[in-house]
């Protein structure tokens, strides 16, 4: 078993339908689980971001015991069927908020459980029995990219810990193009979401942090593909659980009607575990 720090990741989750309709992005999560214990020994513990937990304050939710939330409406009924029964990790959130506080960033630990769908949707994929402690950390979606990736910096020692960090979003967000639009589930990807992607892929390579903090103002249709930014922040925190040293590497890129990105990204030194696509 290897005992390398688990490399953090982002996923892009899409839709809740994802959990009915894998396509591409769940078949990869599907295997993303196995591949994880197979290259950095099975985590002790999964410590999620996700797009649709989000707090004034950064805020660990360390109940003993949870459940998947269904947090959407207008969907296949079949999704209210679906369950991530999963225990919690009190202790983690203390550790976590005790490192936290040590670099500076004030956060609140309470006693409430709950998995929003950006957890528990890619999770019964990766891991089906539910049987490994699940942490959600809500975010502050008002922080910047730098205070996103600050938040993870001060957590980035639990991955050589056993601790799976796992930002959760996705890589491309306009969904009012889905919903007004009503493209095909497999459209052919509009140019503006093409340019998006390939640019986060290219400044990702070239380590630019700058540019990659600033993506609102320097990359190509940013207001297009995120009207709002809170599914695009997880990758921030996941960013800087790892540091600035190794390039982010795109693990799995793949689409959904024309605009919502699916991509995956690893990051940190051990993120080379996997093949950059």
């Known amino acids: 078993m290897n005992t390398t720090a688990h490399a953090p990741l982002f996923l892009s989750h899409g839709s809740p339908m994802t959990a009915l309709e894998p396509r591409e992005a769940g078949a990869f999560m599907q295997q993303l689980g196995r591949s994880i214990d197979e ?6 513990a999964l410590l999620m971001i996700s797009a649709h937990t ?9 109940g003993a015991r949870h459940q998947a939330i269904y947090d959407f409406g207008g969907f296949d009924p079949k999704l209210q069927t679906l369950r991530y029964d999963a225990p919690g990790a009190p202790a983690l959130a203390d550790q976590a908020q005790a490192l936290l506080q040590q670099g500076g960033i004030e956060v609140a630990r309470v006693d409430q ?3 929003d ?8 994929y990766m891991y089906p029995e539910a049987d490994i402690p699940v942490l959600p950390l809500a975010f502050v979606p008002t922080q910047s990219p730098a205070q996103q990736f600050a938040l993870g910096e001060a957590l980035g020692q639990l991955a050589a810990d056993g ?11 306009n969904l009012r193009r889905v919903f007004m ?3 095909a589930i497999d459209a052919d990807e509009i140019a503006p979401s093409a340019e998006f992607r390939n640019w986060m892929l290219e400044r990702s390579a070239a380590r630019d942090w700058d540019a990659l903090f600033d993506y609102r103002r320097q990359a190509p249709h ?5 009207p709002t930014d809170e599914h695009l922040l997880p990758w921030y925190v996941a960013a800087g659980a790892a540091g600035r040293d190794a390039a982010p590497r795109r693990i799995h890129a793949s689409l959904t009607f024309g605009c919502l990105g699916m991509d995956a990204y690893a990051f940190g030194p051990s993120a080379t575990a996997w093949e950059a696509v």
Not at 117 to 124: A, D, N, S
Not at 222 to 226: F, G, I
Request: hydrophobic share 40%; charged share 15%; proline share 9%.
């Open 113 to 115: 459980a709950g998995l």
């Open 39 to 44: 290259r950095f020994g099975r985590p002790r």
């Open 117 to 124: 769908h950006g957890i528990w949707v890619p999770l019964r």
């Open 181 to 183: 639009g009503q493209p």
């Open 54 to 62: 989000s707090a004034r304050m950064p805020v660990l939710l360390g």
């Open 222 to 226: 940013a207001l297009d593909m995120h």
């Open 163 to 173: 601790v799976q960090i796992i930002g959760s979003g996705s890589i491309t967000h």
